[in-house]
């Protein structure tokens, strides 16, 4: 357990979530089916999953020179409008990627 909560006198928050994520290969493919949005309840001292926002998202770059988009937000809708956004944005910078070049010497 994270040391901040040890002391704490309150309930922490909680809130149903809901997160999306797809990953892109370098040459822009998916590396997998899309996944379903999914909900689940999240505490605030899980910060990959708890958020008061109604969608949020993250692009990050992957050793193995994949593009992931994360997602996530209380409201559904928002999340998957922001999924859509997130895709596009990681298909956009994907060429970015810093691992990239160590990827292509491997191959």
């Not at 290969?25 to 999240?42: C, F, M, N, Q």
């Not at 994360?70 to 910078?93: D, F, M, P, S, T």
Request: charged share 25%; with cysteine; aromatic share 10%.
């Amino acid at each position: 357990m994270d040391r901040r909560w040890a002391s704490v006198t309150r309930m922490p928050d909680r809130q149903l979530a809901h997160a999306a994520l797809a990953s892109y290969t370098p040459d822009g493919a998916l590396s997998y089916g899309p996944l379903p949005v999914s909900s689940r309840w999240a505490w605030e001292f899980e910060p990959d999953s708890f958020t008061t926002k109604a969608a949020e998202y993250r692009i990050e770059f992957r050793p193995n020179g994949n593009t992931e988009a994360h997602v996530r937000g209380i409201n559904r809708a928002a999340v998957r409008r922001a999924y859509e956004q997130a895709c596009a944005k990681a298909l956009k910078v994907r060429s970015q990627n810093p691992y990239l070049d160590g990827v292509r010497a491997d191959a």
